[in-house]
């Protein structure tokens, strides 16, 4: 289906359009040298007027036609050209006919050439200004066109951006999962009263997790949980290896903080900082407020910035995630630690948790 | 070299522009005096190749004239109103030049008087240079209005075509983001499960526990064998 050519608000700006052009054709009377010493201003006046509405009689004839030939319904571009140049000649023949009847020809001159004189007159004029309007108007609709494909595109980014979220939020890191049960099946074997306490973190660690997967927003509280529950397993399975502390003052648990994040920096903290180490380290989590803002951090005493290789993959989705949730003013800052590993700090504003709790 | 290339086209278009603009104009003047004159004197179809001249090289000069205002803004758009405004100085320089050109220095000192009188009947010079100069301001300005509404035109279309672009890029990431989670995507819960009846399985029948952890490693290292590639 070919988009609609005509419309009752293009017709509206076509007949704006064509009084315009009829109009400043008509100001060509006031540009004849000889009129100002030879006439009265006020009688040049009234013959401009006379004049403008001749031409107008002419003008409306040809837009009464270009318009009806617009609304009739034609597939092939060249064949609605050829159809408005042909309403256009119609129109200024049938205009200079009506107009022929006030005022006459002059005497001794053909008839037929000088109604082809003004009607080619006509068809300059009229052409240019179809043209004009046509263009005008297939940019307007390419315009419209453009607006609504780009608000598919935002929507379609929108829905990456939640499947994005979405993904981030229900999965779990499968090497940590698979890594712990063969520790548990290994245990169970040789050390049954470990593989339990193994196994029972674990599963405490999962119950404090799963229902943060479904929220946007948590609380301080759950998160330093879930970074407890982590670390209890991981401390069954790395023993002297890890060192674990928590520096988070009860009165600001309740605060609200973005799921996951923490355990995104512990995760890290594990895998690149203590990980590689055969002496393994420590690890601190703390929260503090500085002015408006909550700041946690995570310290580790590992390989630290240079071995980690800078940020990976999880680091920049956070980064990303705490840009969306927060705008620019949060953020993370990964620093040294002294004397060694990595201090990682995740600022966000201080709000107290709504209805995101689980 | 392609700089100067462009360059050259671009001039070269302003001219043919013009020309050809002039060559309508001067056919739309000579179809309007041709009955009133041309039996009277004579000269026919000849009166058209007289009047040719005077209206090409005017509105060639009004092109260039506009041309050389797009071509200071290059490459950026010429705004509207310095548009209007090359066109009514350009129009009347035009006039005024080619006035001079034709009228004084080809008929008066040269003596070469073939031009306008031939045609049209005598006219006062302020005349002629009024009447130019609203005959270029008329129709050099439909056909600037035509000129920037195609460009226009263009400018939409090739927007459009890149917002489709950009649309498809969004689909297909979309499309890929919502298969690589499905891939990467190991139910929590049913994990959560799993390990829940594993703990109660290892109290009461430790070999069987032992046989389901297995099981769920093996399904594991597969899941995560699939995960290998992506």
Known sequence: MAPQWMSWSSLWRGGLLALAVV?????????????????????????????????????????????????????????????LIFAIVLGALGGELLLMQRLPPPPDTSLAVFLASRVARWLVVAGLAYLYF?????????????????????ELDRRMTEARLQSLRSQIEPHFLFNTLANVQQLYRTDPGRGRRLLASFVAYLRTALPQMRHDETTLA??????????DVLQ?????????????????????????????????????GLNPLPEGGAIEISARIEEHWLKVGVADTGAGLRASGGSGAGIANLRARLAALY??????????????????????PIRAAGNGEA | MAYRATETRFWAVRAVYGLGLGAVVAALEFALYAPLVSERDGIGLFGLVLLLPDWCGEFALLSLVVGYAEYRERPRELPAPKLALALVLGSIASALIWYAVMDVVLRDLLGLGLFIDHVGQQVAWEGRILYHAWMMLFFGGLAVAVESSQRRHGRMLAALRAAQLRRAGAQQRLAQV??????????????????????????????QA?????????FLRQALADLQPT
């Open chain 1, 134 to 154: 046509a263009f005008r108007r297939q940019a307007a609709q390419a315009a419209a066109a453009i607006h609504a494909s780009d608000l598919q595109r935002i």
């Open chain 1, 222 to 231: 759950h998160e330093v949980d879930l970074a407890r529950t982590y670390l």
């Open chain 2, 178 to 207: 919502s298969l690589g989670s499905l891939q990467a995507r190991i139910d929590p819960e049913f994990v959560f499960r799993t390990l829940s009846k594993l703990e109660r399985l290892y109290a009461s029948d430790p070999t």
């Open chain 2, 210 to 218: 032992d046989g389901l952890l297995d099981e769920l490693i093996a």
């Open chain 1, 23 to 83: 109009f400043v054709l008509s100001t060509q009377l006031l540009f004849q040298f000889g009129l100002y010493g030879a006439w009265p201003l006020p009688d040049i006046l009234a013959g401009w007027l006379a004049h403008f509405l001749e031409q107008l009689v002419v003008g409306g004839c040809i837009f009464a036609f270009v318009a009806a030939a617009a609304f009739l319904p034609t597939r092939r571009a060249l064949r609605k050209h050829a159809l």
């Open chain 1, 236 to 272: 069954v399975r790395m023993g002297e290896r890890l060192k674990v502390s928590f520096d988070v003052p009860q009165e600001l648990t309740g605060i609200a903080f973005p799921p996951l994040a923490l355990s995104t920096l512990t995760e890290n903290a594990i895998k690149h």
């Open chain 1, 327 to 348: 705008g620019r003013e949060s953020g993370l800052s990964l620093v040294a630690n002294s004397p060694r590993g990595i201090r990682a700090t995740i600022t966000v």
